[in-house]
């Protein structure tokens, strides 16, 4: 049960594009369609981004996508503004009713 | 409105055992799988145990196994964790979620659990 890896941080201007990965095994990521990605901002919640590695809950901008190729999950954050810049999650089922979460994504906004 | 409030948090020996739980409303709670989710102080968030609608499959994080027990009273719509032979390092903050679609659709507050002498 080791963490998903994730970059420790990211940035990007107001406006522009940013795509974070979350990079596990053919147990975890790779072997199931239950990628889930949060946001937490500091002394938050964590709030659900996306869930089954491309849906979108009721709320969440279009501009939050999710997809996955292989053993690495990706979140692209799109028209960055001030309120992305937060903490980061990833996390997947990895089978026998476990889930894991990555390390976390520090997301600046310049 | 789906609410989760967990409760039973505190400071603790090392060694020592303690019990959350979680009261759930504004939805079947008998209809959804749940989860306890931990984040150290000012750490990432891992994963610690599952439990099916009916209890009859639980998972746990290697971490926990053996120490930490899940369980949930469906009449009471309560999810519970006992926790045992505590370490230090299970300090923090322990969140109760809702399972929607392999992911945590709600969360609770969280309650803070400190390991200490």
């Known amino acids: 049960q080791s963490a998903l890896t994730q970059p420790p941080s990211a940035s990007g201007s107001p406006g522009q594009s940013v795509t974070i990965s979350c990079t596990g095994t053919?147990?975890?990521?790779?072997?199931?369609?239950?990628v889930s990605w949060y946001q937490q901002h500091p002394g938050k919640v964590p709030k659900l981004m996306i869930y089954?590695?491309?849906k979108r809950p009721s709320g969440v901008p279009d501009r939050i996508s999710g997809s996955k190729s292989g053993n690495t999950a990706s979140l692209t954050v799109s028209g960055l503004q001030a309120e992305d810049e937060a903490e980061y999650y990833c996390?997947?089922?990895?089978?026998?009713?476990?889930?894991?979460f990555g390390t976390g994504t520090k997301v600046t906004v310049l | 409105e789906v609410q989760l409030v967990e409760s039973g948090g505190g400071l603790v020996q090392p060694g020592g055992s303690l019990r959350l739980s979680c009261a759930a409303s504004?939805?079947?709670?008998?209809?959804?799988?749940m989860h306890w989710v931990r984040q150290g102080p000012g750490k990432g968030l891992v994963w610690v145990s599952r439990?099916?609608?009916?209890?009859?499959?639980?998972g746990y994080a290697d971490s926990v196994k053996g120490r930490f027990t899940i369980s949930r009273d469906n009449a009471k719509n309560t999810l519970y964790l006992q926790m045992s032979s505590l370490r230090d390092d299970d300090t923090g903050v322990y969140y109760c979620?809702?399972?929607?679609?392999?992911?945590?659709?709600?969360w609770g507050q969280g309650a803070l659990v400190t390991v200490s002498s």
């Open positions: 053919s147990s975890d990521v790779g072997g199931y369609n239950y």
């Open positions: 089954e590695v491309t």
């Open positions: 979620t809702r399972e929607y679609g392999g992911s945590s659709d709600y």
């Open positions: 996390s997947s089922y990895a089978g026998n009713n476990n889930f894991v």
């Open positions: 504004g939805f079947t709670f008998s209809s959804h799988w």
């Open positions: 439990i099916k609608t009916d209890g009859s499959k639980i």
